[in-house]
């Protein structure tokens, strides 16, 4: 707990360092919130439940429809642009492996009503905010980014249908994980032909944007789009932390243009996080569509990562003072010494029953408190305690209005 | 999620200045957990649920089972007495009322291992302290506090059986919420003879120790546990905020000793918060019982009540930076000018896309940022920013670097 509050803490603080604001979000929603028909992971992993009153719920898998659906909602009374941070527990129902868990977290940072690449460019930032300020450097981790126009552009040029986007995206996500061979049969079972299977396969090995333009031409959206991308990431000072990678798609059928994820450069691990563009995901609830971009991070992965790199901070328990009375007549005398130092604002354990000296000076060693604060009937009658500091040994009689 | 952020921020510092350490369990548990057969609220209010895999599974309704199962988890590995809080999320499945919903947050403080009654004082203690902090006097709130010891004295003068004493515990926290005729008809549902429960109703319209020693005599358990509670509160300072009641039994079939409720004292809410000793329920679960205590607080109940006394305070977004660019061309140089300065630790809000000054300085007002800094292109040529301060209007030119 030590731990998970430390790196939400940095979450948070990175977040406010942005300028972005908190939200959350039922964990329990209504299953159809979750349901899309392009054949994600996420999907198949759905937590879901009938309820006591006959509805399909979920336990959330990912926070950002309900984020899209509260955008909806908040209409008009909101100014855009609007940039939100959450850390909330998700779920999804499939065997426990390292670093995947049923039940985790996930810092979510969105951006919603900038079109521009800016905002991409924004949110990869605070994640290497993040990364610097836990100790993480561009040496263990690194971006790969694409953008999902890129297959938009090839699947234009055969004439795919646009309704197949979402499938095909969730398909080629799969490359690394699945054989080669099932890749293809799957993209053919989506209606591709052969001859643009070969050609999207071909597209998603390149890693340079040079490559890209001359495959493509200078003129394709995505790729301007990628070259503001790289060169705000000069100005911003994170160069080193990013590369261009056409076979970054992501698992999630509505990101439609950016597209990036944290990996460790020593690929032990799977992705740290992801995100992208999402501008058309509110018209699917409903909504009028804005343009929007986030990212999900986990945190199961990063504590792996961490744990590799050495880098679990030491975080021990900590309370500045001991407080007990040598006998049990007194222990109103202690509660009364306890109050005062709270009332400064100095935190206090409190023995809360009659314990040798000895058990209280080990007690006080395992929250690493500063000072014990011993009552004792002699010094009580003279409306003092004694003081010990434990770092020091030192001793003294003091009164306890004086006590700080 | 300002205010739910500034009350949980309370509770997080007052449990620290108590010297408790921070911890959390699943959300979604094996359902078995909660059922408990004395009818509790509580078990028939679960939020429960047949897992994919068949398992029957509950969303946690209270976190103290929970907690009694780590402890026995734990087992030797910790050194008693544990304190331990939680600030975790809650559900029931009821009609949403005022102070009611069906998802809500509860604090629990509890006490692992001290079989005293200076452990119940110190966790009444610490949430007077709570109150005081968010400007609660004890003009507002009280606390009623009694000992199910009491309850316990009376069945055993009847020879009421002891495995019926949760069940009847269960029945009187339904008093003034049903009929006194109903409360009566379970009574002796429950096995009570007609003379029991005449008695029983007697007992629990005591508001005094010395009426209870009148009835019960001075030298039952009870009674020197409650002087005893008493005694200390005058210690710690909060006499004024605790009363004796003996109608509070609390509706948890698992209290065994001293209980308390937290109540407004206009009589408009439900109750606050509420507690007491269950030192027998880690047997419930096949561990080996400890003494122990603890209190859950809600975190609907508080909020109303601070409505009410127009004690919720002010929470507005607060970024002390916002930095925009005069033109697209420079939006480079104001990503590197926010890089600047939260690599210094201020927060910044970037603002995205070319807009114009207007617009700029509305947003600046909402978040309530107190600098303005503007990218031009011909302080920019010059390695400088202009600076405007929002409170005077003063502005000047400063270089980059310089910039804190």
């Keep these: 707990m030590r731990l998970r509050n430390w790196l939400f803490q940095n979450f948070r603080e990175v977040s406010q360092l942005y300028g972005f604001e908190e939200i959350d979000f039922p964990v329990l929603e209504s299953e159809a919130l979750f349901i899309r028909k392009a054949g ?82 924004e949110l990869i930032s605070s994640i290497i905010t993040f990364f610097k300020r836990i100790g993480i450097t561009s040496s263990d981790v690194g971006f790969k980014v694409s953008s999902r126009k890129v297959l938009q552009e090839v699947l234009k ?25 099932d890749i293809k049969k799957e993209l053919r079972s989506a209606e591709l032909s052969e001859e643009a299977v070969e050609e999207l396969l071909q597209i998603l090995s390149v890693k340079s944007l040079d490559k890209l333009e001359e495959k493509l031409g200078a003129s394709v959206e995505a790729l301007t789009e990628l070259k503001q991308l790289f060169s705000l990431a000069e100005k911003y000072g994170y160069s080193e932390w990013i590369q261009f990678d056409a076979s970054i798609v992501r698992g ?52 792996e990562l961490l744990k590799e790199r050495g880098l679990v901070p030491e975080l021990s328990p900590q309370v500045e003072n001991i407080v007990c009375s040598l006998d049990s007549d007194l222990q109103g005398g202690a509660s009364l010494v306890a109050a005062r130092l709270r009332e400064k604002g100095k935190t206090v354990d409190l023995v809360l029953e009659n314990k040798p000296l000895k058990w209280v000076f080990k007690r006080a060693a395992r929250i690493n408190a500063q000072r014990l604060i011993i009552v004792g009937s002699a010094e009580w009658q003279k409306g003092m305690v004694r003081v010990k500091i434990l770092s020091s040994g030192e001793q003294y009689e003091i009164k306890v209005d004086e006590l700080e």
């Design 40 to 121: 994600e992971e996420i999907r198949d992993q759905l937590y879901c439940f009938e309820d006591r009153g006959n509805r399909r719920v979920a336990l959330r898998p990912e926070l950002t429809p309900s984020l899209a659906r509260l955008v909806i909602q908040k209409g008009k009374s909101v100014s855009l642009p609007l940039k939100w941070f959450a850390i909330g527990q998700c779920w999804r129902y499939e065997r426990m492996t390292r670093g995947r868990r049923r039940e985790h977290y996930q810092w979510n940072m969105d951006i919603i009503g900038v079109p521009n690449v800016t905002a991409e460019a």
């Design 157 to 181: 040029r055969y004439s795919v249908p646009e309704n197949l986007f979402g499938r095909v995206c969730v398909i080629i996500d799969k490359l690394e994980k699945i054989p080669i061979d």
């Design 252 to 303: 999630l059928a509505y990101y439609t243009g950016i597209v990036f994820e944290g990996f460790d450069r020593e690929g032990k691990l799977r992705a740290i996080c992801g995100g992208g563009r999402y501008d058309r995901l509110l018209s699917t609830f409903g909504g009028d569509d804005l343009p929007a971009c986030g990212f999900g991070f986990g945190d199961a992965v990063i504590i």
